[in-house]
């Protein structure tokens, strides 16, 4: 299993963004993505999932702190999982992780099986 997180870049603040996630070799549609992202001298942390919840829908959860700015979708057909980022702000300056592991998982780091190589997002005020 490899993903490929890219999409990073220099954005002002205020500025849209979007990652994606390219996700190779899992074994089917029925895994949750979560992008996470390490600011300098901080801990990972959670920014958004998409996940399944044993329905045909997939369901997204939010941090907080991303909430009504960010927006995560997938494309299964592409085995891509996008976050589009919008309304940027300087503390959202970080590198970028997707991960990916089978099923429905949290929301947690050390739930995840599968990460990407993590691509940096910079917000400039």
């Known amino acids: 299993v490899q993903l490929q997180a890219y999409g990073g870049g220099l954005v002002q603040a205020g500025g849209p963004l979007r990652l994606s996630c390219a996700a190779f070799g899992l074994p089917s549609i029925y895994y949750t993505v979560g992008w996470f992202r390490q600011a300098p001298g901080k801990e990972r942390e959670f920014v958004a999932l998409?996940?399944?919840?044993?329905?045909?829908?997939?369901?997204?959860n939010y941090a907080d702190s991303v909430k009504g700015r960010f927006t995560i979708s997938r494309d299964n057909f592409k085995n891509t999982v996008y976050l589009q980022m919008n309304s940027l702000k300087p503390e959202d300056t970080a590198v970028y992780f997707c991960?990916?592991?089978?099923?429905?998982?949290?929301?947690?780091?050390?739930?995840?099986?599968?990460w990407g190589q993590g691509t940096l997002v910079t917000v400039s005020s």
């Open positions: 998409i996940g399944w919840g044993g329905g045909s829908t997939p369901y997204a």
């Open positions: 991960a990916a592991e089978s099923g429905s998982v949290a929301a947690i780091p050390s739930t995840y099986a599968y």
